[in-house]
Every structure is written in structure tokens, then in C-alpha cells.
């Protein structure tokens, strides 16, 4: 039990220092530090990230960031496709799913370096001209268009599958789409984010009890250390630099997926028909 309480302190750790997409992590270490496969794996992470974002939502509705009814929208969106992601991952060899696992956490590690090496605040957005959900100078909340309902639905949609496939929270989905198409501080898109996370992770989790794939023995001690986590993390996250947390979130995160593609990678060898 000590060892799933420091593993899941260690996700909610780095979801607070690092962002929303801090939590794909969990899956890994999940699977490096208990030997849990990949299917095993993902709805303890899951419901792990799902409770820690939930905590930093309320935080963060407290301070006022966050944009709930777009949060509502966009959480609508993933908690659709969720169950699909689940009903995939049931049916993908968990292999295949350590590849894939692979690339979207170089993708992350990508993403993280390039932002941490630019504007401390948020990254430029690519293009020119007004983003689809632009908010107002009144009140701070969005002026709805069906283009920014389409553009926040999308990015939802995307996250939820991701969600149930892989069991991370998709925040590395839900941050940079916000970044890209709303005009909203990155406080608030990251609290706006983690909401989404909290909400979309209900519609997996569930799916993955439903189908019996929830090791709560794993799961409860792993997801009371994330809130731990979580809130020690948002404590010391004001005293710390920013970019250089980015910057080794970064390096940690292409560490770890350059592990999971090499032993995915031989195991596919050593079982690969003569």
C-alpha cells in the first residue's frame, strides 16, 4: 500500500506543478512501479487523475478561473466518447496500446519543452485574427458561436476517446486546444482543464467498472495519494519556476516513453512468429 500511496502522490504532484497533462504520467508509473499491464493499468489511473483534477477544479472554481459551462461543453463531448475508448482498449492488444501510450507522451514531452522555451505566460497562437471562443470585456464569459461550440466539442470528443483508450485525463488534449481557440489566460485554461478532466473521467471510470476492468485494491491507495499530491504540489507550485518544471516534465516524459516503445517494442520480438 506505501508503494501505491507514494506512486499516486507522485501523479498529483506533477499535475499541480506541471499543468493538466501532468497526469498522463500515472499510467506508467502504474505499469513501472507494480508491474500492472497496460489495460490493468489505465482505469486506476484514470479514476487517480479524475479525483486529483476534481480537487483542483474546486480550487480553482474557488478562485473564480474557471469557465464552467465551457468546461460542461467540452466534458459533455469526452464523457460520449469515453466509453468507446474503453470498449477499444478491451479489444487492442496491450502492446499495441504501450506503442501509442508511446507516441502521445513524446507528443506531450514535445509540447511541454516548446512551451517552457517560449512565453512564460502561454504560447503564441498559431494564425492571425480573433480565436473562435473570445470572451467579454464585461463580464469574462464567452460570446458562444456555433464555431466555438464546434472547436471546444472537438477537442472534447478527441480527450474522451483518449481517456478511455488510454486512461489518461486529456488534458494534453484540452490545454493547448483552449490555447489555441479561446483568449483566455492560461490560469484559467489550465483550471478550466482540470475540471474537464474531473468530469470526463466519471464516463470511464464507469465503463471501466461496468466491465469489471477497476482493481480498487490498487485504486483507492493509489488515487489518496494523488489528492495528497495534489494539494502539496499547488502549495509549493507559486515558489517554483515555471519553464524549468516544464522543461524536465519534459525530459521525464520522453524518458518514459522511450522505455515503453523499447520493452513494447521487444516484446514484439521475442513473440514474433518463426
Known amino acids: 500500500m506505501s508503494t501505491m500511496l507514494a506512486l499516486g502522490a507522485t501523479v498529483g504532484l506533477i499535475m499541480a506543478l506541471t499543468g493538466a497533462g501532468g497526469g498522463i504520467l500515472a499510467v506508467p508509473l502504474l505499469v513501472f512501479g507494480t508491474g500492472l499491464a497496460m489495460p490493468a493499468a489505465a482505469p486506476v489511473a484514470l479514476l487517480a487523475v479524475g479525483l486529483a483534477a476534481a480537487l483542483g477544479a474546486v480550487l480553482g472554481l474557488g478562485a473564480g478561473i474557471v469557465r464552467y459551462r465551457a468546461a460542461f461543453l467540452i466534458a459533455a463531448a469526452g464523457a460520449a466518447c469515453a466509453p468507446l475508448g474503453v470498449w477499444l482498449a478491451g479489444r487492442v492488444d496491450g502492446t499495441w496500446l504501450g506503442f501509442l501510450f508511446a507516441f502521445v507522451l513524446f507528443f506531450v514531452a514535445l509540447r511541454a519543452w516548446r512551451q517552457a522555451s517560449a512565453s512564460p505566460d502561454r504560447e503564441p497562437r498559431a494564425g492571425a485574427g480573433a480565436p473562435p471562443c473570445v470572451t467579454s470585456a464585461a463580464?469574462?464569459?464567452f460570446l458562444w458561436s456555433m464555431r466555438c461550440t464546434r472547436a471546444l466539442a472537438g477537442a472534447g470528443s478527441l480527450a474522451g476517446l483518449l481517456s478511455g483508450l488510454l486512461g489518461v485525463g486529456g488534458g494534453?488534449?484540452?490545454v493547448p486546444a483552449m490555447g489555441r481557440y479561446t483568449s483566455l489566460a492560461m490560469e484559467s485554461i489550465v483550471a478550466t482543464s482540470l475540471a474537464v478532466i474531473a468530469l470526463v473521467s466519471v464516463?470511464?471510470?464507469?465503463?471501466?467498472?461496468?466491465?469489471?476492468?477497476?482493481?480498487?485494491?490498487?485504486?483507492?491507495?493509489?488515487?489518496?495519494g494523488a489528492l495528497a499530491g495534489m494539494l502539496a504540489g499547488r502549495r509549493a507550485a507559486a515558489r517554483l519556476a515555471g519553464a524549468w518544471l516544464q522543461k524536465g516534465f519534459a525530459a521525464v516524459s520522453a524518458v518514459v516513453a522511450a522505455r515503453m516503445l523499447f520493452d513494447a517494442f521487444a516484446w514484439r520480438v521475442s513473440n514474433f512468429p518463426t
Open 139 to 141: 463580464t469574462g464569459r
Open 203 to 224: 464516463s470511464g471510470v464507469a465503463s471501466s467498472m461496468v466491465a469489471g476492468r477497476l482493481d480498487w485494491g490498487v485504486a483507492l491507495p493509489f488515487s489518496a
Open 172 to 174: 494534453f488534449v484540452v
